[in-house]
């Protein structure tokens, strides 16, 4: 939410704090849900989970925070008036 006030304030265009504000919270739930679960799916795998989740849970975090990012930014497009 901070980031999307900061963001609103800055460009003075709210609708794109709002874009933004809203892709950050997506993408810190996300990346919270992905970070807890590989290593339980590594665990009951029966790998070490210390090992794998590092790079594993960077490289999905990733994709999967611009890929929200790209999608709501995609989805709300046509509020901005630019």
């Not at 265009?13 to 590989?38: D, E, Q, T, Y």
């Not at 594993?56 to 995609?74: C, E, H, K």
Request: proline content about 2%; cysteine-free; charged content about 5%.
């Amino acid at each position: 939410l901070l980031v999307g006030l900061i963001s609103s304030l800055w460009i003075n265009n709210h609708k794109l704090g709002m874009i933004v504000g809203i892709a950050l919270f997506f993408s810190i739930v996300i990346a919270g849900l992905i970070g807890s679960l590989i290593p339980y799916i590594m665990d009951k795998m029966g790998k070490d989970p210390t090992l794998a989740t590092g790079v594993l849970a960077l490289t999905i975090t990733d994709i999967v925070g611009i890929s929200i990012y790209l999608s709501v930014a995609t989805y709300f497009i046509h509020y901005l008036n630019l």
